[in-house]
Structure formats: structure tokens, C-alpha cells
């Protein structure tokens, strides 16, 4: 077997594993984007301001107002 010959199941499987990873992080991503959304709504709930709601949590003030709008 030649060096140069091409590996359906390895390529089937690194393919795979790309694309696991890459879904691992986007469900990363999304867990902490909800995190900081209920976050915001509960900081709101306590009578914090928005802006140092926005501090804390690391997000934008305009998101963080969207959010509490939202709830």
C-alpha cells in the first residue's frame, strides 16, 4: 500500500472528530451565553444598574438591556 493512498475510514473518522469538536464548542459557546442571559435577568431582579450588570457579567449593555426586556 502506497503512502499516497487515500484512507476512506481514517479520512470518515478525522472528519468526524472535526466535527465533534467543533459541536463541543458551540454547545460551550451557547451554555455560557445562557449563563450570563440568566444572570442578567436575576442581577436585574435584585435592583442592580444594567451597566454594572453588563460589567460583571462580561456582555455588551445594549444585549444586557435586550435581555432584560425580554424576560
Given at each position: 500500500m502506497s503512502i499516497f493512498e487515500y484512507d476512506k475510514e481514517e479520512e470518515e473518522r478525522k472528519?468526524?472528530?472535526?466535527?465533534y469538536e467543533a459541536g463541543v464548542e458551540s454547545g460551550i459557546a451557547e451554555g455560557?451565553?445562557?449563563?450570563?442571559?440568566?444572570?442578567t435577568i436575576a442581577l436585574s431582579r435584585l435592583g442592580l444598574p444594567v451597566e454594572q450588570i453588563?460589567?460583571?457579567?462580561?456582555?455588551?449593555v445594549e444585549l444586557a438591556k435586550q435581555?432584560?426586556?425580554d424576560k
Open positions: 472528519l468526524r472528530k472535526a466535527e455560557k451565553r445562557l449563563a450570563q442571559k440568566e444572570g453588563a460589567m460583571a457579567l462580561q456582555v455588551d435581555w432584560i426586556g
